[in-house]
C-alpha cells in the first residue's frame, strides 16, 4: 500500500495525477458550500421574512467564518508538514503530526464554544445587527455553535485523508454531509416550522456525520496514516511547525471574518438592511465561486508537498505551472459569466424585488476583479504547499488585512456614493494583491527549489 502511494504522487503523470486527486477536490469544495448556501436559499424564501431572516443569518458570517478559520489553522497547517514527511519516507512522523493535531482540534473546540457562546449578542451587534435582524441571527448561532467540534473534525482532519491521495474519500466525508444537510433543511424549515433554528440544526447534524466518518477513516485499514492515542499528546516541537505553516490559510479565512464585520458595519451605516442582505447574497456567491479554486489547490497541494519532499523538484514545477494556468482560466471564465448574467447567482437566495435589483447591481462592483484571483491563489498555496510559512503568512495579510479592510473605511471619504465605495473595495484589493503575489512568486519560487536541489546534493 505505501508504495502504491508513492507510485501515486511521486511517478503518475503529473496532468492525469491533478484531474484524479483535484476533480473530486472541487466537488467536495462544491458539496461543502451547500452546507450554508442551502441555508440561505432556504431561509430567504421562508414566506414574508426571508430577506429580513436570510440578512440576520449573514450577521453570523464572521463567527462561523473564524470557526472555521481554526480547522483550517490545524487542518492545513498539518497536512503539508504530514505530506511532506511521508515523502521524505517518514511514516511515522507524519502519524505524530495527525494525533498532535487531532487533540488540538478538540482543545480549540471547547474553548471557541465556551467564549462565543457568552459573547455573542454584543459581538453581533457589533457586526452590524439591528433591532430587526438580531433574534435571527441568535437563534441560528446559538444552536450552530453546539456543533463546533463537529465542524473541527470534518474541516480539520479531512486533509489528512486527501494527502495520502484519497480523494474520492475526502470528497464523500463532505458529500455524506451535504447530503443529510439537504434533505433536513426543508424539514426543519419547513416542516416543522423551526425557520432558521431548524437549518441550524440541520446543519450541525450533518457536520457530525462527517465527523465520524473522518474519524472512523482514520482509526480503519485502508488509511496509511492512522490516528493512534500514544500521539494524543501536544508536542510544542511539533505543533508550533504545524501553527506556523497554517498561520496562512487561518488568515486567509479568519480576515474574511474581519471583512465581513467591516463590510456589514459600513453598509448597515450607509445603506441600512438593504444594503447589508445584498452583501449577504454577495458572499454566498463568492463562496461558491472560490469552490473550484480550493479544490483545485488541494487537489494540486499533495502533489507539490510530496515531490518537493521526494526532491522530484521537475514534477513540482509541472504541477505549478498546470495550476496557475488552470485557476487564471476559471477565475477569467467565471468573471465574464457574472458580469453578463448576474441575476441567476442573485435569484438563488430571494425573489424580493427590491433586494433582487439592488444585489444585481451590487454583484458587478463586487465581483470586478475576481478574473485575478487564480494568480493570487494559486500562487500563495503553492508558497503553503512548499511549507513556506512567513511569505505565505505575508501575502495572506495583504489583500485582506493590509489592503481591502482599510479601503472599506477609505474609500467612503472620498466618494459621493458611500455604499458604491464600499463595495468598490473588493475589486481594488483584488487586483492589486494579485499583481503583488504573482510578482513575488516570480522571484521568490525559484530560488526555493534551487535551495532544495542544493541540500539534495549535499545529503
Same mark, same amino acid.
Given at each position: 500500500?505505501?508504495?502504491?502511494?508513492?507510485?501515486?504522487?511521486?511517478?503518475?503523470?503529473?496532468?492525469?495525477?491533478?484531474?484524479?486527486?483535484?476533480?473530486?477536490?472541487?466537488?467536495?469544495?462544491?458539496?461543502?458550500?451547500?452546507?450554508?448556501?442551502?441555508? +440561505?436559499?432556504? @431561509?430567504?424564501?421562508? $414566506? =414574508?421574512?426571508?430577506?429580513? *431572516?436570510?440578512?440576520? /443569518? #449573514?450577521?453570523? %458570517?464572521?463567527?462561523?467564518?473564524?470557526?472555521?478559520?481554526?480547522?483550517?489553522?490545524?487542518?492545513?497547517?498539518?497536512?503539508? +508538514?504530514?505530506? @511532506?514527511?511521508?515523502? $521524505? =519516507?517518514?511514516?511515522?512522523? *507524519?502519524?505524530?503530526? /495527525? #494525533?498532535?493535531? %487531532?487533540?488540538?482540534?478538540?482543545?480549540?473546540?471547547?474553548?471557541?464554544?465556551?467564549?462565543?457562546?457568552?459573547?455573542?449578542?454584543?459581538?453581533?451587534?457589533?457586526?452590524?445587527?439591528?433591532?430587526?435582524?438580531?433574534?435571527?441571527?441568535?437563534?441560528?448561532?446559538?444552536?450552530?455553535?453546539?456543533?463546533?467540534?463537529?465542524?473541527?473534525?470534518?474541516?480539520?482532519?479531512?486533509?489528512?485523508?486527501?494527502?495520502?491521495?484519497?480523494?474520492?474519500?475526502?470528497?464523500?466525508?463532505?458529500?455524506?454531509?451535504?447530503?443529510?444537510?439537504?434533505?433536513?433543511?426543508?424539514?426543519?424549515?419547513?416542516?416543522?416550522?423551526?425557520?432558521?433554528?431548524?437549518?441550524?440544526?440541520?446543519?450541525?447534524?450533518?457536520?457530525?456525520?462527517?465527523?465520524?466518518?473522518?474519524?472512523?477513516?482514520?482509526?480503519?485499514?485502508?488509511?496509511?496514516?492512522?490516528?493512534?492515542?500514544?500521539?494524543?499528546?501536544?508536542?510544542?516541537?511539533?505543533?508550533?511547525?504545524?501553527?506556523?505553516?497554517?498561520?496562512?490559510?487561518?488568515?486567509?479565512?479568519?480576515?474574511?471574518?474581519?471583512?465581513?464585520?467591516?463590510?456589514?458595519?459600513?453598509?448597515?451605516?450607509?445603506?441600512?438592511?438593504?444594503?447589508?442582505?445584498?452583501?449577504?447574497?454577495?458572499?454566498?456567491?463568492?463562496?461558491?465561486?472560490?469552490?473550484?479554486?480550493?479544490?483545485?489547490?488541494?487537489?494540486?497541494?499533495?502533489?507539490?508537498?510530496?515531490?518537493?519532499?521526494?526532491?522530484?523538484?521537475?514534477?513540482?514545477?509541472?504541477?505549478?505551472?498546470?495550476?496557475?494556468?488552470?485557476?487564471?482560466?476559471?477565475?477569467?471564465?467565471?468573471?465574464?459569466?457574472?458580469?453578463?448574467?448576474?441575476?441567476?447567482?442573485?435569484?438563488?437566495?430571494?425573489?424580493?424585488?427590491?433586494?433582487?435589483?439592488?444585489?444585481?447591481?451590487?454583484?458587478?462592483?463586487?465581483?470586478?476583479?475576481?478574473?485575478?484571483?487564480?494568480?493570487?491563489?494559486?500562487?500563495?498555496?503553492?508558497?503553503?504547499?512548499?511549507?513556506?510559512?512567513?511569505?505565505?503568512?505575508?501575502?495572506?495579510?495583504?489583500?485582506?488585512?493590509?489592503?481591502?479592510?482599510?479601503?472599506?473605511?477609505?474609500?467612503?471619504?472620498?466618494?459621493?456614493?458611500?455604499?458604491?465605495?464600499?463595495?468598490?473595495?473588493?475589486?481594488?484589493?483584488?487586483?492589486?494583491?494579485?499583481?503583488?503575489?504573482?510578482?513575488?512568486?516570480?522571484?521568490?519560487?525559484?530560488?526555493?527549489?534551487?535551495?532544495?536541489?542544493?541540500?539534495?546534493?549535499?545529503?
Amino acid at each position: 500500500m505505501a508504495k502504491k502511494q508513492t507510485n501515486d504522487l511521486g511517478k503518475d503523470p503529473v496532468g492525469k495525477l491533478l484531474v484524479r486527486l483535484a476533480l473530486p477536490a472541487i466537488t467536495a469544495q462544491l458539496i461543502n458550500a451547500l452546507y450554508n448556501i442551502v441555508d +440561505r436559499i432556504y @431561509i430567504g424564501h421562508i $414566506e =414574508g421574512e426571508g430577506d429580513v *431572516a436570510l440578512t440576520g /443569518l #449573514g450577521i453570523t %458570517f464572521p463567527i462561523i467564518m473564524l470557526i472555521s478559520a481554526f480547522s483550517a489553522l490545524i487542518g492545513m497547517g498539518g497536512s503539508p +508538514r504530514a505530506s @511532506i514527511r511521508m515523502g $521524505e =519516507g517518514h511514516r511515522e512522523g *507524519a502519524e505524530q503530526i /495527525l #494525533g498532535n493535531c %487531532f487533540v488540538s482540534l478538540i482543545a480549540i473546540s471547547v474553548c471557541l464554544t465556551a467564549v462565543f457562546l457568552a459573547t455573542q449578542e454584543p459581538l453581533l451587534m457589533m457586526f452590524g445587527a439591528s433591532e430587526r435582524t438580531l433574534p435571527y441571527a441568535t437563534d441560528y448561532l446559538t444552536i450552530y455553535l453546539c456543533g463546533t467540534i463537529f465542524v473541527q473534525m470534518a474541516l480539520g482532519l479531512n486533509p489528512f485523508i486527501t494527502i495520502q491521495g484519497y480523494a474520492t474519500t475526502s470528497m464523500l466525508t463532505v458529500f455524506i454531509g451535504a447530503v443529510i444537510n439537504i434533505a433536513l433543511d426543508p424539514l426543519f424549515i419547513f416542516g416543522f416550522g423551526m425557520g432558521v433554528k431548524g437549518a441550524a440544526l440541520a446543519t450541525i447534524l450533518a457536520q457530525a456525520v462527517s465527523a465520524v466518518w473522518v474519524v472512523m477513516f482514520l482509526m480503519g485499514k485502508k488509511t496509511q496514516l492512522h490516528l493512534r492515542p500514544k500521539y494524543f499528546r501536544f508536542d510544542r516541537t511539533i505543533m508550533l511547525p504545524v501553527l506556523a505553516l497554517g498561520l496562512s490559510p487561518f488568515i486567509m479565512q479568519s480576515t474574511e471574518s474581519a471583512v465581513n464585520i467591516a463590510l456589514n458595519s459600513s453598509l448597515q451605516r450607509y445603506g441600512g438592511d438593504l444594503a447589508v442582505g445584498g452583501m449577504t447574497i454577495c458572499s454566498s456567491v463568492m463562496q461558491v465561486i472560490f469552490m473550484p479554486l480550493q479544490g483545485l489547490t488541494q487537489g494540486a497541494q499533495p502533489i507539490i508537498s510530496f515531490n518537493y519532499g521526494a526532491n522530484q523538484l521537475d514534477r513540482v514545477r509541472k504541477t505549478f505551472k498546470l495550476l496557475f494556468a488552470t485557476a487564471l482560466t476559471v477565475t477569467v471564465l467565471i468573471w465574464i459569466f457574472v458580469q453578463v448574467f448576474p441575476e441567476p447567482f442573485v435569484a438563488l437566495f430571494n425573489d424580493k424585488p427590491e433586494l433582487t435589483s439592488f444585489t444585481v447591481w451590487a454583484l458587478r462592483i463586487y465581483m470586478a476583479g475576481i478574473f485575478m484571483v487564480g494568480i493570487q491563489t494559486s500562487c500563495q498555496q503553492t508558497f503553503v504547499a512548499l511549507g513556506q510559512a512567513k511569505v505565505s503568512l505575508f501575502l495572506a495579510l495583504l489583500r485582506k488585512v493590509i489592503l481591502l479592510i482599510p479601503l472599506v473605511f477609505i474609500l467612503p471619504l472620498f466618494l459621493a456614493d458611500k455604499v458604491f465605495a464600499v463595495y468598490l473595495a473588493e475589486p481594488i484589493a483584488d487586483i492589486i494583491a494579485a499583481t503583488c503575489t504573482g510578482t513575488v512568486f516570480l522571484f521568490r519560487f525559484r530560488k526555493i527549489l534551487h535551495d532544495r536541489e542544493m541540500e539534495g546534493v549535499h545529503d
